[in-house]
């Protein structure tokens, strides 16, 4: 029984992060990972997989109208993919300032896009916008069976 958790469970969230093509063919797999990791957050779910068209249309199909898509369609799905969930408190929002502005040139310097990629098509680096996209993209992305619920060690160490 652990009482700091259990306090803080509603306010637990999810958030789909992943490592798009370009950070894998780059070699920016364990740096990326271990910036989640180092922050204090949970990871539940973790695979490389090359995504089909119909999925990476379907993650982005909010941006379907616009005149950039079917490169970014081209671009997903071009290389695997390291594919991701966090969890934690406040995690959704947190992640997307670890991961920085979606232009790279904008980004802050510490954050991911900001040290680590130049141009938006090439932005190294996916996570979900809101908690309620965090569960949206959680089940486009993985089956049941590939997430963990499990209590890491140096919990009652991170939430008092
Ligand atoms: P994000 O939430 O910061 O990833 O940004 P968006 O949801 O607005 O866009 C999703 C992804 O589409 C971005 O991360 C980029 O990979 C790509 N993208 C967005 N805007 C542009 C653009 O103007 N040009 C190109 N080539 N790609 C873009
Ligand atoms: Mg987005």
New binding site residues.
């Given amino acids: 029984f652990l009482p700091h958790l259990v306090a803080s469970l509603e306010q637990v969230e999810q958030t789909y992060i992943m490592v798009k093509p370009d950070g894998v063919q780059r070699g920016l797999v364990g740096e990326i990972i271990s910036r989640f990791e180092r922050k204090g957050f949970k990871l539940t779910g973790l695979k490389l997989f090359q995504c089909p068209k119909e999925l990476a249309e379907e993650h982005?199909k909010d941006?379907k109208t616009k005149s950039?898509y079917p490169?970014?369609i081209d671009y997903i799905t071009s290389g695997p993919v390291v594919c991701m969930v966090w969890e934690g408190v406040g995690v959704v929002a947190s992640a997307r300032k670890l991961i920085g502005s979606?232009n790279p040139l904008q980004a802050e310097p510490g954050t991911i896009r900001g040290d680590l990629a130049v141009q938006?098509?090439r932005?190294v680096v996916?996570g979900s916008?809101s908690p309620e996209n965090g569960k949206r993209e959680t089940a486009l992305w993985f089956k049941e069976g590939e997430l963990y619920e499990w209590t890491p060690a140096q919990a009652p160490w991170l939430m008092e």
């Fill in positions: 982005y941006l950039f490169t970014l979606t938006t098509g932005n996916h916008d």
